[in-house]
T-cell receptor, first 113, second 115 residues
Framework: EAGVAQSPRYKIIEKRQSVAFWCNPI?????LYWYQQILGQGPKLLIQ????????DSQLPKDRFSAERLKGVDSTLKIQPAKLEDSAVYLC???????????FGPGTRLLVL | AQSVAQPEDQVNVAEGNPLTVKCTYS??????LFWYVQYPNRGLQFLLK??????LVKGSYGFEAEFNKSQTSFHLKKPSALVSDSALYFC?????????????FGRGTSLIVHP
């Protein structure tokens, strides 16, 4: 079974630039999550999708972050404009259903200069 | 509200010795509890979970965890540590009575196994 795929693996941008991350969940997983993991901290949820609908985006900084999951499969997370404090690892996870364990992708490490 | 604490930033153990990584939680109802492991430059991998039933849960790579309701703890254990167990370990809790499917993760504990 293929795991959760994410790209790119690494990204370096300057502040005020925009960046986009892509995630392909495990086939058949209806639930998809984006997490932000700052160095030394546990993952923090940004947004949860159930199929192509948003379930929880209460912790997403909507003035600069956006996410979509077209057709209920792949998802993209965008930051525009980026700030220095956005430097983190962005993890995508999927789950067969909301009450099951998560399967995480390798993450995208973002450095904002 | 649900919360989880991992009181140790780092745990050091010699190879072959037993290891324990501590986790305590706070929920209003009965918790769902999870342990994940993160190897360098990798995403988190699921190790084990407690939903209901036997308080001792067995998971991947020889790890197990014991649910203790009176102490609100879910410590991760392994009888004999391997150098390859060195990684970052995260405890997570979800309170289904709160209506949320989102688990809260701890800050993580770095496990270092010395040869």
């Amino acid at each position: 079974e293929a795991g959760v795929a994410q790209s790119p693996r690494y990204k370096i941008i300057e502040k005020r630039q925009s960046v986009a991350f892509w995630c392909n969940p495990i086939s058949g997983h209806a639930t998809l999550y984006w997490y932000q993991q700052i160095l030394g901290q546990g993952p923090k949820l940004l947004i949860q999708f159930q199929n192509n609908g948003v379930v929880d985006d209460s912790q997403l900084p909507k003035d600069r972050f956006s996410a979509e999951r077209l057709k209920g499969v792949d998802s993209t997370l965008k930051i525009q404009p980026a700030k220095l404090e956005d430097s983190a690892v962005y993890l995508c996870a999927s789950s067969p259903s909301p009450n099951r364990e998560f399967y995480f992708g390798p993450g995208t490490r973002l450095l904002v200069l | 509200a649900q919360s989880v604490a991992q009181p140790e930033d780092q745990v050091n153990v010699a190879e072959g010795n037993p290891l324990t990584v501590k986790c305590t939680y706070s929920v209003s109802g009965n918790p769902y509890l999870f342990w994940y492991v993160q190897y360098p430059n990798r995403g988190l991998q699921f190790l084990l979970k407690y939903i209901t039933g036997d308080n001792l849960v067995k998971g991947s790579y020889g790890f197990e965890a014991e649910f203790n309701k009176s102490q609100t703890s879910f410590h991760l254990k392994k009888p004999s540590a391997l150098v390859s167990d060195s990684a970052l370990y995260f405890c997570a809790v979800r309170d289904p009575s709160g209506g949320s499917y989102i688990p809260t993760f701890g800050r993580g504990t770095s496990l270092i196994v010395h040869p």
